[in-house]
């Protein structure tokens, strides 16, 4: 009997680099991308994530841009090491065992798609859809954001489709728009996963895995849904040659101890 998972993963930072916003900016000429998201967070105008998906529909800075332009700063876009391998290794983990695969992101669907090309397919991408005008081919509205609690919508339909329990769901993210649906995940004993050392974040997922190549977020899966132990994982990164120089396991506490102005000098000490 096949145990069947789901695994969802963020798209900016996550299998990538650098942020879509910034790679279309760069492309459009316009350099103050994280001003313009700076000051939309200060505002609380937009669910956090979908800044991006906002600035194109209403921003007179980012209205220039079209389809075409997300394609190509999809190809701009610097994946991390080996995210192929790491998507063809979930195809076939184990016997006994299948994964699939898929992309939950605020990012623009056309620039996730641009970018996975050959290597996730495009029905396994959730981004930000857009409505473009078919006479200008400029954006004329937004037909959905996944962002936010928006992922957790993707996510739970994904699931219903595959028939899977709630306990066999991972989610992989980096960023602060990654927390509800985490949160989600851990309340019905998902497997939650941080690529980001920020606290915000890295205090939710159950696991964090630090590194700049993909596969690296396969060790915790295989820990914690395969059950493997450190020379099982070994071998396996192994055999699709790659080496585990360096595997640092830690918990660190993160404290801030001051002295009481005004200590209680009468309280008891238990």
Same mark, same amino acid.
């Given at each position: 009997?096949?145990?069947?998972?789901?695994?969802?993963?963020?798209?900016?930072?996550?299998?990538?680099?650098?942020?879509?916003?910034?790679?279309?900016?760069?492309?459009?000429?316009? @350099?103050?991308?994280?001003?313009?998201?700076?000051?939309?967070?200060?505002?609380?105008?937009?669910?956090?994530?979908?800044?991006?998906?906002?600035?194109?529909? @209403? $921003?007179?800075?980012?209205?220039?841009?079209?389809?075409?332009?997300?394609?190509?700063?999809?190809?701009?876009?610097?994946?991390?090491? $080996?995210?192929?391998?790491?998507?063809?290794?979930?195809?076939?983990?184990?016997?006994?065992?299948?994964?699939?695969?898929?992309?939950?992101?605020? *990012?623009?669907?056309?620039?996730?798609?641009?970018?996975?090309?050959?290597?996730?397919?495009?029905?396994? +991408?959730?981004?930000?859809?857009?409505?473009?005008? %078919? %006479?200008?081919? %400029?954006?004329?509205?937004?037909?959905?954001?996944?962002?936010?609690?928006?992922?957790?919508?993707?996510? %739970?339909?994904?699931?219903?489709?595959?028939? !899977?329990?709630?306990?066999?769901?991972?989610?992989?993210?980096?960023?602060?728009?990654?927390?509800?649906?985490?949160? @989600?995940?851990?309340?019905? $004993?998902? =497997?939650? +996963?941080?690529?980001?050392?920020?606290?915000? !974040?890295?205090?939710?997922?159950?696991?964090?895995?630090?590194?700049?190549?993909?596969?690296?977020?396969?060790?915790?899966? =295989?820990?914690?849904?395969? @059950?493997?132990?450190?020379?099982?994982?070994?071998?396996?990164?192994?055999?699709?040659?790659?080496?585990?120089?360096?595997?640092?396991?830690?918990?660190?506490?993160?404290?801030?101890?001051?002295?009481?102005?005004?200590?209680?000098?009468?309280? *008891?000490?238990?």
């Amino acid at each position: 009997m096949v145990k069947q998972y789901l695994l969802a993963s963020d798209f900016d930072q996550t299998l990538s680099f650098n942020d879509s916003g910034v790679a279309l900016s760069e492309l459009i000429g316009f @350099h103050g991308f994280h001003d313009k998201v700076k000051g939309l967070s200060e505002m609380n105008l937009v669910q956090q994530g979908a800044e991006l998906a906002y600035l194109i529909l @209403h $921003d007179p800075d980012f209205r220039r841009v079209r389809k075409e332009h997300l394609v190509q700063t999809g190809k701009r876009i610097r994946l991390k090491h $080996d995210v192929d391998l790491f998507a063809r290794s979930l195809e076939n983990i184990s016997d006994g065992y299948k994964i699939s695969f898929y992309v939950i992101s605020a *990012a623009p669907q056309e620039i996730i798609q641009s970018a996975l090309e050959g290597i996730v397919p495009s029905d396994h +991408i959730f981004g930000t859809r857009f409505r473009y005008n %078919e %006479e200008t081919g %400029e954006v004329e509205s937004i037909v959905r954001a996944s962002a936010g609690w928006g992922k957790i919508t993707v996510l %739970e339909e994904l699931r219903a489709n595959l028939g !899977i329990s709630h306990d066999h769901i991972i989610y992989m993210g980096d960023g602060s728009s990654d927390l509800p649906v985490m949160m @989600h995940v851990n309340q019905y $004993d998902g =497997l939650t +996963i941080a690529v980001s050392e920020a606290k915000f !974040i890295s205090r939710i997922a159950r696991r964090t895995v630090l590194s700049d190549n993909a596969m690296s977020v396969l060790v915790p899966v =295989l820990e914690e849904v395969l @059950h493997w132990d450190s020379p099982e994982i070994r071998r396996f990164f192994a055999s699709r040659g790659l080496m585990l120089r360096e595997w640092d396991k830690m918990r660190t506490d993160m404290l801030t101890i001051e002295e009481n102005a005004a200590p209680n000098t009468t309280a *008891a000490v238990q």
